[in-house]
């Protein structure tokens, strides 16, 4: 909203700045003909003149303005999506140890009422769990069970050696996961899931 007291003041600016340039070039009695032409237009539409001023530096006024709003928003975005990223890493610790133990168990049916819990939730898009072998022993996608995941998935998010959050695009992240045992690795995690945007 553009204040209606600084936009009299630019006018009353404008004016006063019109009223000095017309008189002095009034004042000049040696003006050459060119110099008396434009004279006499600045005169004649000096009303045109203040306006189209006045519009320009609105113009300028809204575009950096809205220059400004779309700064705040990028920000406010890319805020809202790293503080999703966290929650995902965190939430996803438990989860792994959760695994972990019915891996240990031979228990993969357990897994499997965790992964068709947790993909109920809000974002999650899907879930699966590879064995040392790096076969897809739980996957809430069935046809992805008993394939590699290293087909299925980028290599870079099937090897890391702590729980990390990929993004991939702006709306979905990666959650990849090794589950570790006592002296090796059990298999490895991966989690998708969407990131939000803030809606304006």
């Not at 003909?33 to 600045?42: A, D, Q, W």
């Not at 006024?61 to 790293?82: A, E, F, T, V």
């Not at 879930?127 to 590699?148: H, L, P, R, Y």
């Amino acid at each position: 909203m553009i204040n209606l007291n600084y936009f009299k003041t630019v006018l009353i600016c404008i004016n006063t700045k019109m009223n000095l340039l017309i008189y002095k070039i009034m004042a000049q009695d040696q003006n050459t003909g060119e110099l008396k032409r434009i004279s006499f237009f600045v005169v004649k539409n000096k009303m045109f003149l203040i306006v189209l001023t006045a519009l320009i530096l609105i113009g300028i006024l809204w575009l950096w303005k809205d220059s400004q709003i779309k700064h705040i928003k990028d920000n406010s975005h890319d805020q809202y999506s790293n503080r999703q990223l966290e929650e995902l890493k965190l939430l996803t610790r438990p989860y792994v140890w959760a695994v972990r133990r019915e891996m240990l168990n031979k228990n993969y049916q357990q897994i499997e009422l965790y992964a068709a819990e947790m993909i109920r939730y809000k974002g999650f898009e899907s879930i699966m769990v590879s064995d040392a072998d790096d076969v897809v022993i739980s996957a809430t996608n069935k046809k992805f069970e008993g394939q590699n995941i290293r087909l299925l998935v980028d290599t870079t998010f099937t090897a890391p050696d702590s729980t990390t959050v990929n993004r991939v695009n702006d709306s979905l992240a990666i959650v990849s996961s090794p589950i570790m045992g006592f002296n090796s690795r059990l298999g490895t995690l991966i989690l998708n899931r969407k990131i939000y945007r803030i809606k304006y």
